[in-house]
């Protein structure tokens, strides 16, 4: 079973929009981190947003919010006013106990002007 | 700024010739990983060390090696390259907690002639 889902390979959204990707996990531990990273066409990944499982609160940096529902094994991003610069590909990933990082298959997500 | 430092940004490479990239960081983390990223695909991870213990994945090809000789290096070493090992590498550290994120290089870019 994959641990990560992202069931959105491309989305488009209006400049100045909000837009939410989508990632269900598949874990049985009880703690565990999710993460969220952003992969412009350039091709380096950038860190954006970190939940973890005993976290009560979503997460929230700047723009950038988690929707996360832990009965539901879902972990969404939400990016708030859209901006062009925003186009990139989002990846969805988990860390569980150990050092490994399972990551989803990616979102593009285009900002149309 | 402390950060990850893959070189070279760009490498091209004979088909069957050795190759090495490089990795380099600045964070003191304890763990580096090497991964593979295939054109719109989800990065897949080669290999990571926790301090000098290597971990392979069992599908990493025996092509792939690697050599980590103090905290802040990490070399991925290609023996015999094939055409089917043009891809994006992407080189990443973290510190061993389970809520830390990932950080990454901007990635080197092999081609293959």
């Known amino acids: 079973a994959q641990k990560i889902t992202q069931t959105q390979p491309g989305m488009f959204v209006q400049e100045k929009e909000a837009v939410t990707l989508d990632c269900t996990y598949d874990?049985?531990?009880?703690?565990?981190?999710l993460f969220w990273y952003k992969q412009p066409s350039s091709g380096e990944m950038i860190f954006l947003i970190y939940?973890?499982?005993?976290?009560?609160q979503n997460a929230t940096e700047g723009r950038y919010s988690l929707n996360f529902q832990k009965a539901r094994k879902s972990a969404n991003l939400v990016i708030s006013a859209s901006q062009l610069g925003d186009s990139a590909m989002y990846f969805c990933?988990?860390?569980?106990?150990?050092?490994?990082?399972?990551f989803g298959t990616g979102t593009s997500l285009t900002v149309i002007p | 700024d402390a950060m990850v430092i893959q070189n070279p940004r760009y490498q091209v490479t004979q088909f069957g010739k050795p190759v090495t990239l490089s990795c380099s960081q600045t964070?003191?983390?304890?763990?580096m990983y090497w991964y593979q990223q295939k054109s719109s695909q989800a990065p897949k991870l080669l290999f990571h060390?926790?301090?000098?213990?290597?971990?392979n994945e069992a599908d990493t090809p025996d092509n792939f090696q690697s050599r980590r000789p103090n905290t802040s290096f990490c070399f991925l070493d290609i023996r015999s390259p094939g055409l089917g090992d043009a891809a994006m590498y992407l080189c990443?550290?973290?510190?061993?907690?389970?809520?830390?994120?990932?950080?990454f290089g901007d990635g080197t870019r092999l081609s293959i002639l």
């Open positions: 939940q973890g499982s005993y976290d009560e």
């Open positions: 990933a988990m860390r569980e106990a150990g050092n490994q990082f399972y």
């Open positions: 964070l003191n983390h304890n763990v």
């Open positions: 874990t049985s531990d009880q703690s565990y981190g």
């Open positions: 990443a550290t973290s510190r061993n907690q389970r809520n830390q994120p990932q950080h």
């Open positions: 060390y926790y301090d000098k213990d290597f971990n």
